[in-house]
């Protein structure tokens, strides 16, 4: 299983990104996804999870209105749009698959991560 993230970069503060995630080497619908990030010298954190049909979908409460998470599961593909980016969101930003929402355990394969970087 393989998952290859971008769409990371530099942005000023108050700007968007568009991360994408796409799932290769099983059946992309039968699994949750998520996003965590990992800001140096931090542990890694949830950022956001949708299920597996999209219907349900979880925030991390520091990114509630400003970030959305989505999939297309035609493309075994899944979605972070990130507005209103602020400096402590600087991070590298990791995709993960599997079976949980919140709960980095619950993940079994993760992508290499994208740096998203948000300047003042």
């Known amino acids: 299983v393989q998952l290859q993230a971008c769409g990371g970069g530099s942005v000023q503060a108050g700007g968007s990104l568009r991360l994408s995630c796409v799932v290769s080497g099983r059946l992309f619908s039968n699994y949750a996804m998520g996003w965590f990030r990992q800001a140096p010298g931090k542990e890694r954190e949830f950022v956001a999870a949708?299920?597996?049909?999209?219907?349900?979908?979880y925030y991390a409460d520091f990114v509630k209105g400003r970030f959305t998470i989505s999939r297309d599961n035609a493309r075994d593909t899944v979605y972070l749009q990130m507005n209103s980016l602020k400096p402590e969101d600087t991070a590298v930003y990791y995709c993960?698959?599997?079976?949980?929402?919140?709960?980095?355990?619950?993940?079994?394969?993760w992508g290499q991560g994208t740096q998203v970087t948000v300047s003042t």
């Open positions: 949708i299920s597996r049909s999209g219907a349900a979908k």
């Open positions: 993960a698959t599997g079976k949980g929402v919140r709960e980095v355990d619950l993940y079994d394969f």
